[in-house]
């Protein structure tokens, strides 16, 4: 039987899912804690509770060495240089698969959409995260490779909390388009207000988002360029935008450089939801994949 528990370890929730021949039999999420020791607390109980013996995957937001199993660092959770699959594979007894948590959604998505050629898929959540799959195997460059959020767009833009200015997610990010909507529409609106005012037309977050549809589509069209992959996946928070921002991505890409004459590729919002990291996680994790 294939079955694993993937941990994904968010800036601030924490999500887990029982995987059991590619199907979810058991979720859970909870607040991620504000301390290491809280947060592997959390990964060991949540690896118990849902498949007590069976292998472990953990995602992290932040720059991970998935060769040693370290949490190098992260912009929004504490420590560093954290040890996290020795800790946990001692304690829990189990393989510990540690990655970073866009790479294991890009993995997810890989393998949900059928597991050949290349997927790219960009997460837009608080911030942005990317993974590339190539048939089946993650690419890391040496460890760190993805970090796109943090490529500079605007060199007098606002800042980032990486400590720089104008990174691509700050001009489309969920923490982007969580201050348009406060800005447009008044506190405590959200990106779902944001795109139902513009869906009942409203100008103002019309304008917003589509704002935010063209740096999304002007970074993923450099992405495509660099990468030439089969398909680009949409995931994180931001995806339940939708076609307000692929729309963007697909007229920019039917339009880059060598349309018509290159290999099309596919874009799509994510098929594996909000849980796309644990379950990417669950699935590297699962032993058959290293058969
Ligand atoms: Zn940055």
């Given at each position: 039987m294939n079955a694993a528990v993937g941990v994904d370890i968010g800036g601030s929730r924490v999500k887990a899912v029982r995987l059991v021949e590619g199907e979810i039999e058991e979720q859970a999420v909870r607040p991620t804690p504000a301390t290491v020791a809280g947060i592997l607390e959390a990964a060991a109980d949540?690896?118990?509770?849902?498949?007590?013996?069976?292998?472990?995957?953990?995602?992290?937001?932040?720059?991970?060495?998935?060769?040693?199993?370290?949490?190098?660092w992260a912009p929004h959770l504490?420590?560093?240089?954290?040890?996290?699959?020795?800790?946990l594979g001692e304690r829990l007894g189990v393989d510990v698969t540690v990655d970073n948590d866009a790479n294991l959604a890009s993995y997810g998505e890989h393998v949900a959409g059928g597991?050949?050629?290349?997927?790219?898929?960009?997460?837009?959540?608080?911030?942005?995260?990317?993974g590339v799959v190539v048939d089946g195997e993650i690419f890391h460059g040496r460890a760190h490779a993805g970090e796109?959020?943090?490529?500079?767009?605007?060199?007098?833009?606002?800042?980032?909390?990486?400590?720089?200015?104008g990174c691509w997610e700050t001009v489309v990010s969920g923490r982007r388009l969580t201050?348009?909507?406060?800005?447009?529409?008044?506190?405590?609106?959200?990106?779902?207000?944001?795109v139902s005012a513009a869906v009942d037309g409203h100008p103002a977050a019309a304008a917003r988002l589509d704002a935010a549809g063209r740096w999304l589509a002007w970074?993923?069209?450099?992405?495509?360029?660099?990468?030439?992959?089969?398909?680009?996946?949409?995931?994180?928070?931001?995806?339940?935008?939708?076609?307000?921002l692929l729309d963007p991505?697909?007229?920019?890409?039917?339009?880059?450089?060598?349309?018509?004459?290159?290999?099309?590729?596919?874009?799509?919002?994510?098929?594996?939801?909000?849980?796309?990291?644990a379950i990417g996680a669950?699935?590297?994790?699962?032993?058959?994949?290293?058969?």
């Open positions: 949540l690896a118990t509770r849902l498949g007590s013996g069976l292998p472990l995957g953990v995602g992290l937001a932040g720059l991970v060495d998935h060769r040693r199993g370290v949490l190098v504490p420590g560093e240089e954290v040890a996290v699959s020795a800790p597991g050949r050629g290349t997927t790219l898929t960009v997460t837009v959540g608080t911030g942005i995260g990317m796109v959020g943090h490529v500079t767009v605007e060199p007098n833009g606002a800042p980032c909390p990486c400590g720089r200015r201050s348009d909507a406060v800005a447009v529409l008044g506190a405590g609106s959200d990106v779902s207000d944001l970074g993923i069209e450099a992405l495509v360029l660099a990468f030439d992959p089969h398909e680009v996946v949409l995931g994180g928070g931001v995806a339940a935008a939708g076609d307000y991505v697909r007229r920019r890409l039917a339009a880059t450089e060598g349309a018509g004459r290159r290999q099309s590729t596919t874009v799509r919002v994510g098929i594996l939801g909000p849980y796309a990291g669950a699935m590297a994790a699962t032993p058959a994949h290293e058969g």
